[in-house]
């Protein structure tokens, strides 16, 4: 007997024009990316060691400061990295995959003083584009927590992504251990578990 569980994710259609894509972001989006233009960042895809190396580190210390643990160096390497420099020091990044027509956003770190620069703003708008020009069909945005306590980490991530004028996506995941699928629904209902789950992810590995 199979066992399943609801999950949800945010696709934006990258068939439209540019325009259309532009146009459906909302005003929070579109002002963080002139804002982010006008103090100088800039987004660039890269498969630069030290640049691999220098993301990891905001990476770690950005899970350190959530209380969870980060992947291995080798695990997040096998994906491509998008970085956002301000003076030639990189101060967020994003790790995406590409599967068949689509492209996944895997993960997101930032240094924290300079998130008032709006470079996650400016990263997300340039895969959008990015994805365009190289024809991809989808872009997805990595998840969205179905059920987030507002004030919440993940509720404000969720808001976050409801930006950029994607749809959101349920599916179902599967498997034949009740106990995993119980314990998705614990976590996702309770965030309380989530934190425990997370912490005991840092003792125990």
């Known amino acids: 007997m199979r066992f399943k569980d609801i999950q949800a994710t945010i696709h934006i259609n990258l068939t439209k024009s540019i325009e259309e894509l532009w146009g459906n972001l909302n005003k929070k989006a579109r002002w963080g ?23 990891y580190e905001i990476y770690k210390n950005t899970c350190k400061h959530g209380g969870i643990l980060p992947l291995s160096f080798e695990k997040i390497k096998e994906s491509e990295l998008f970085i956002c420099e301000k003076d030639n020091k990189i101060i967020s990044g ?38 365009k020009n ?11 927590q179905l059920k987030a306590p507002k004030g919440s980490k993940l509720y404000e991530i969720n ?4 930006r950029w004028g994607g749809q959101i996506i349920k599916y179902y995941v599967y498997s034949n251990n009740p106990l995993y699928i119980l314990g998705r629904k614990i976590i996702r209902n309770f965030p309380v578990a989530k934190k425990i789950r997370d912490k005991l992810r840092i003792v125990f590995g």
């Open 33 to 55: 990316v002139n804002k982010a233009k006008k103090e100088g960042l800039i987004v660039k895809k890269t498969n630069d060691d030290e640049s691999w190396k220098e993301f």
């Open 134 to 144: 190289d024809n991809f069909k989808i872009l997805d945005l990595g998840g969205y």
């Open 94 to 131: 994003t790790v995406t995959k590409k599967k068949d027509n689509k492209i996944e956003l895997f993960l997101n770190a930032s240094v924290p003083e300079y998130l008032e620069f709006q470079p996650n703003n400016l990263l997300y708008w340039t895969i959008i584009e990015q994805g």
């Open 159 to 162: 808001r976050f992504k409801e």
